[in-house]
């Protein structure tokens, strides 16, 4: 939970999606934190929302999974379906994710404060060349061994082979 660590360092406030955001950067950044034995002088809890009346994430949310309390229902979030689930999709929800076959990230493409977010100049983000010239038919044929290259050193293998393909007969 290093969104909560975030907040009660200063960092930002918990948007109704739950994520963190800071008003110069949107919510598109990575959290990480040290473990220290020694006291810094530290910053206060952020204690500010931002989020006012704003609830553009929640009526944008395809699977209805952002609950009132800034937090979501991790069982219904595309997220937890495409990443973590094993086994099948459920079919009731069939049509409702979108074209995402791995992860989602619709809670924060529509938030406001993402105008803000800047495009990374980490080189070891960047997408493997092959996938940007994938058309949908590639992705509905692709094989293990395609998988393996364009998919190296990526967060996607979590989802295994078996899960992608999973997810975009899903999605078809
Ligand atoms: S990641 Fe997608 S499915 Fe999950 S809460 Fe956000 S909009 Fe909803
Ligand atoms: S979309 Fe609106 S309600 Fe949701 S996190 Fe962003 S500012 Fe807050």
């Not at 990575?30 to 009346?53: M, S, V």
């Not at 992860?103 to 100049?121: A, L, M, Y």
């Not at 996938?131 to 967060?155: G, P």
Request: net charge positive; aromatic share 12%.
């Amino acid at each position: 939970m290093e969104r909560a660590w975030a907040q009660n360092s200063g960092l930002g406030w918990r948007g109704k999606h739950s994520l963190l955001i800071q008003k110069n950067k949107g919510s598109f950044f990575f959290l990480a934190e040290l473990i220290l034995d020694i006291k810094l002088e530290y910053d206060h809890p952020f204690k500010t929302d931002h989020c006012g009346t704003c609830t553009k994430c929640i009526d944008a949310c395809p699977t209805e999974a952002i609950l009132p309390n800034n937090s979501i229902n991790g069982s219904k979030c595309i997220s937890y379906f495409t990443i973590e689930l094993k086994g099948e999709i459920s079919n009731s929800l069939k049509g409702k994710f979108e074209d995402w076959m791995f992860g989602c990230d619709i809670c924060q493409d529509v938030c406001p404060w993402n105008r803000f977010s800047t495009p990374h100049s980490e080189e070891r983000f960047n997408p493997h060349p092959d996938l940007l010239e994938m058309t949908k038919n590639d992705w509905e044929e692709i094989t293990e061994t395609v998988f393996k290259k364009v998919f190296k050193k990526s967060a996607v293998k979590r989802a295994k082979f078996s899960g992608l393909t999973r997810n975009i007969s899903f999605i078809k």
